[in-house]
Nanobody, 125 residues
Framework: QVQLVESGGGLVQPGGSLRLSCVAS????????MGWYRQAPGKQRELVAS???????DYADSVKGRFTISRDNAENTVYLLMNSLKPEDTAVYYC???????????????????WGQGTQVTVSS
């Protein structure tokens, strides 16, 4: 009922910047939180940053001061601006969204917790 589409990944040199975008679509009633996770080869998926509908944010210690998460509630979109990228930031980045969707009408509301397909970020010279 809800789908996420990510974009903005790619290859960048150390010290460079990238901006990831994630758009949610479908029968969305509300989105309570959106976030970015990443998974490097041989490692577990980890939280990078998250943001609530009220704008409260949370960051992994490894990205604080370098990454900024933001969202456009009207467009159901979340962004991740990544500055001062390091080789250890190389990973597949996944978008996640939690909220409520409707089926047929607003009388039928259900919770959702969905993931995007992932976008590769490679930091290398």
């Amino acid at each position: 009922q809800v789908q996420l589409v990510e974009s903005g990944g790619g290859l960048v040199q150390p010290g460079g910047s990238l901006r990831l975008s994630c758009v949610a679509s479908g029968s969305i009633f509300d989105i309570s939180a959106m976030g970015w996770y990443r998974q490097a080869p041989g490692k577990q998926r980890e939280l990078v940053a998250s943001i609530t509908s009220g704008g409260n944010t949370d960051y992994a210690d490894s990205v604080k001061g370098r990454f900024t998460i933001s969202r456009d509630n009207a467009e159901n979109t979340v962004y991740l601006l990544m500055n001062s990228l390091k080789p250890e930031d190389t990973a597949v980045y996944y978008c996640n969204a939690e909220g409520t969707y409707y089926s047929g009408s607003y009388s039928n509301l259900y919770k959702f917790d969905v993931w995007g397909q992932g976008t590769q970020v490679t930091v290398s010279s």
